[in-house]
């Protein structure tokens, strides 16, 4: 699976960033394959409003299952939910270390991945909406659209 | 005359000062409207107390997905500067709250996959107190964005000789709104160092709207030296100072005007009207003369 831990430094060692949407770096991780990537997040940093969904936007176009992250804010949250990806909280330390607590089945969900599905795919989720879960509409795709940027 | 009582500190005075002033030009026999452009907060009814007339819902326009007609490409999403849309893999999330209302993510999708429609923000309520017309603006809570609403209630307002609109405190959009198109504005103030330099923030906003502008001083010790040092060395009027007193206070706890508690203090709104009246129009003829 792909993990993504938000970070304040591009190494290895850096230490967790406990702020998801603002962090300044997230570290990806193919837990298969062992390969890792470091994505910048300096303009989603700095951004007015709207961090978390945009870093969710980005995270989730990477094809990444989970977070390993601090504090996840309510749009965040929502946007997670439905771009079914789980977020763990992680007290501190570095990346490298939150990777290894991960594995080790012994982080807190602070997303559960379930969620997804029963959010629907409405014409409006905003972050009222989605405290109520919607039914899923009928006889829509669940499958991922694949082809990405047009 | 348009006329807006702003601040840039808080509770400084904006709606004493705004409240008394309608309720003494209408003494004066000019017809009044009195509009409540601090949507987030407002409390002008508090001491106008209008008998309701009339009740209108304002609305903005958000984007809806069709998902059906979705193509996840993104475009909408990249073109949206406040992030209210976020395009994942299988589905197109909008966020309402973070929408702006510009239409663009309409206009740049390229499957027609998104439509318009209105999202309910707030009210504006319409209302008779005497002799002034009173219109107030009522943001709905949750939503963070109050120019449309403070838009819609200075439209309400019906046509009078002064319009009187009590704007919301600050230097950023609410209070450009507000101000934007007046022929006068009253900055209130008070005499510590925040009211100073908010004042300061606020004669700034002033003076790159080209906005002619005044100060009253509330809660004024005798003299307030700082505050009337930086008005005359900045050439900036000040058309009133109101006394800093426990009766005005007790009488604002109770929800009553100054003009109405305090008989005694009167003079001092016929005052501040006149140099105001002397004010709008010296502002005019020299406009005129620079013109000419």
Known sequence: MKLAVSTQGPEPGSPVDTHFGRARFFRVLDTETGQQTVLDNADGAGVVQGAGPRAVQRLCRLGVQAVLTGHVGPKARTALEAATIEAYAVEGGTAEEAVRVF??????????AAGGGQLGHGPRISVRQCLHPLETRAGQSREPAGSGSA | MRIAVA???GGTGKTTVAANLAVTLARHGQTVAYVDCDVEAPNG????KPIPVGEVGVSRLVPRVNPGQCLRCGACARFCRFNAIVCLTDRTLVYDELCHSCGGCVRVCPSEALT???????????????????VSGTLDVGESTSP???RAAKQAAPPASWVILDAPPGTACPMVETVRDCDYVLLVTEPTPFGLHDLRLAAEVMRTLHLNFGVVVNRADPGAPETRAWCEQGRVPILAEIPDSAAIARAYAQGR?????????EPLFDQLIARLGAEVHREIREEGGVLA
Do not use: D, N, Y
């Open chain 2, 116 to 134: 318009e429609v209105p999202h309910p923000m707030g009210v504006v309520k319409t209302g008779v107190a005497g002799a002034v017309r009173c």
């Open chain 2, 7 to 9: 601040s840039g500190k």
């Open chain 2, 257 to 265: 005007l100054i003009v109405e508690a305090l008989p005694g203090l």
């Open chain 2, 45 to 48: 009814h508090l001491f106008l």
């Open chain 1, 103 to 112: 594995m080790a089945g012994q982080l807190r969900a602070i997303v559960p």
């Open chain 2, 148 to 150: 449309p609403v403070i």
